[in-house]
């Protein structure tokens, strides 16, 4: 388990490597919000695909709400806690997280959707939707790109006091630059689709040999190794300063976003494959407490992301809030069964 461990961080630096330096030429916003979302969601998306495959919806679905769990609480509290002190290359006081309106915006609207779609269980229409969603995103995400382009060059994003990132520089310095960094990205992603695999077997099957339960494992053992290539990439992208923490930052609210979207669709379209066009995954006690749950925490962890600023203050609070909710979680209402 620590030898695929260890392919995942160093595909995970080769990753960081790649979003960065694409970053200069497509910005850290659209970077972080749709390629690093998607490539270090790589493995979290077999995951559920692979359970729903098989009929184990509830275990696909609270894959998919655990992770929100745990990136919008410890996740976003590690990186703000390396961005913010000594454990950065280029600390910073906090972090604007103004220009992030958008996302935060619509990762709390899909949230909410996500959970009232719920109440009769997911459906075809439903998986629909929540592709639907996703592009819509990425659309937004796109022009918003487009039109940074457009409007300011040079012009600067505030990440921090003191400290900015150039949004404006968005060509690379050469063509062999440009290379290097479409290489390192996909070489990264690679890199995490060949490792996660592995490292997710070994820890479930080392969490099966402890007696943990499938909620447990579900909920809480399969988010941390599912997101394992995206709490990497972000504790090494916080380490690079203002830069960084930019990308960072899209990259939580983005990949928060494609998991109450693509990755429900993705769980609706296993499902469809199970059994058939017309299959439902079926609303339960135990799911809709998940769900409840989940949408709850994103709710409470985007509160003090709509103000201007974020700080050290704010991830020690989320990290509060994450041994809350796995205090929730021994209340929760029975065990994950296969269909």
């Not at 461990?5 to 995970?12: D, K, N």
């Amino acid at each position: 388990m620590l030898g695929w461990l260890g392919e995942l961080i160093f595909a995970s630096w080769v990753l960081s490597y790649g979003a960065e330096h694409l970053s200069m030429r497509f910005g850290a916003k659209f970077v972080g919000r749709t390629l690093l979302s998607v490539a270090t969601t790589l493995p979290e998306i077999a995951i559920v695909m692979y359970a729903a495959s098989v009929g184990l919806y509830e275990v696909a679905i609270g894959a998919g709400l655990g992770s929100n769990v745990l990136m919008m609480t410890l996740g976003l509290a590690l990186m703000l806690l390396i961005a913010t002190t000594k454990l950065s290359k280029a600390p910073l006081t906090r972090i604007d997280v103004s220009t992030f309106k958008v996302d935060k915006i619509f990762l709390l609207v899909s949230a909410l959707i996500s959970a009232i779609l719920l109440v009769d269980g997911y459906n075809f229409i439903d998986g629909f939707i929540f592709i639907g969603m996703f592009v819509g995103y990425v659309l937004i995400a796109y022009v918003e790109m487009k039109r940074e382009q457009k409007i300011s060059r040079p012009t600067v994003m505030h990440v921090a006091d003191n400290q900015s990132v150039s949004s404006s520089e968005y060509t690379l310095s050469n063509r062999n630059d440009m290379a290097k960094a479409i290489l390192a990205f996909i070489v990264g992603t690679i890199g995490i689709v060949i490792g996660a695999g592995p490292f997710i077997h070994s820890l479930q099957t080392f969490s099966e040999d402890i007696g943990v339960s499938t909620i447990v494992l579900a909920v809480i053992i399969s988010p941390i190794a599912g997101e394992m290539p995206e709490k990497i990439s972000m504790m090494i992208l916080a380490r690079k300063g203002a830069a960084g923490a930019a990308i960072a930052i899209a990259n939580v609210l983005g990949s928060k976003i494609l998991n109450n979207s693509l990755l429900l669709g993705v769980a609706v379209i296993a499902a469809m494959y199970h059994g058939g066009f017309f299959t439902t995954i079926h609303n339960s006690e135990l799911l809709w407490f998940q769900m409840i749950l989940a949408t709850t925490i994103t709710v409470v962890a985007l509160i003090p992301l709509f103000r201007h600023y974020i700080g050290i203050k704010v991830g020690i609070f989320l990290i509060a809030l994450y041994i809350l909710s796995i205090i929730v979680q021994f209340f929760a209402p029975g065990e994950i069964k296969p269909h």
